[in-house]
């Protein structure tokens, strides 16, 4: 497993690394997702990402369970705050900060994560107060670095220009070879500030494994058939999209790749990309992935994908 720096931070995350937002909130039973982080650990996975929002709570909790067998050197830990953990705890006010940082270090059996995320920007608070309640966490020792996820540029720019705060070290965006929006503005601005990607849905849900084919019911044991995985990959499986994707398995046979590794090396092939964030509901499915680290893409691969997703591509 290969690693590469966290923006300025100094750290060193894995190239893969283990999400939890649909798996460990509820979708996947218990001991297989505690198989799963043990796989991570065994393939060679420091970084964990997961957010107090995943089932309100329970990935978590169920993390939190996990690694306390582990030395906490280890392992690096990302977690995120922002949306609504009951009807009245949401956003990026001072309170929510102080209050749901002590609550996810509860549930994560820790007095620190590495990394505290904004899961998303909110309108609704002034930015000043944000920066200055998260700035307080790290100097509270309760976070070692800052990141966000799925911030506009704009305001990535602004909260950069404000005095006294501390610096973010990762941005957290969707980044996959369907959806480079990110490579619009985002990842250009990170590149000059020190700020690394750490991308979720890097397999596109899992559409760009190939295993959905258009026309057909999806199998039975993957997230689109899930009725509590599912409700976020609808527009992924549109049939114009699917019958792009089935044209890069020869792609990724010609390169000696499985379609996974192929998928993953294209989003790492960005140097801005510390790391892939990959969900997984079976240990296999983590050392597939993992197996993705250090594969370099030619040139000629680069530009049959481009060729194969034509349109479908969302920049």
Partial sequence: MNLRKLG??????SEISLGSWLTYSGGVERDRAKACVEAAFDAGINFIDTANVYGRGASETLLGEVLSGHDRSSYVLATKVYFPMSDTDRGLSAEQIHKQIDASLRRLQTDHVDLYQCHRYDSHTPLEETMAALTEVVRAGKARHIGFSEWPAEKIGESLALPGVERWVSSQPQYSMLWRAPEAEVIPLCEREGISQIVWSPLAQ????????????????SR?????????????????????????????????????QLALAWVLRQQNVASAIVGASRPEQVHANASASGVTLSADTLAAIDEALGDVVVR
């Avoid at 494994?209 to 039975?220: D, I, L």
């Fill in 206 to 221: 899992g559409v760009l494994t190939g295993k959905y084919r258009p026309g057909q019911p999806p199998p039975p044991d």
């Fill in 8 to 13: 300025s931070s100094g750290i060193d995350v």
């Fill in 224 to 260: 689109a058939a899930s009725d509590s995985m599912g409700g976020f990959i609808g527009g992924l499986v549109e049939p114009r999209v699917l019958e792009a994707v089935q044209r890069l398995p020869p792609i990724a046979e010609a390169a000696g790749l499985t379609m996974v």
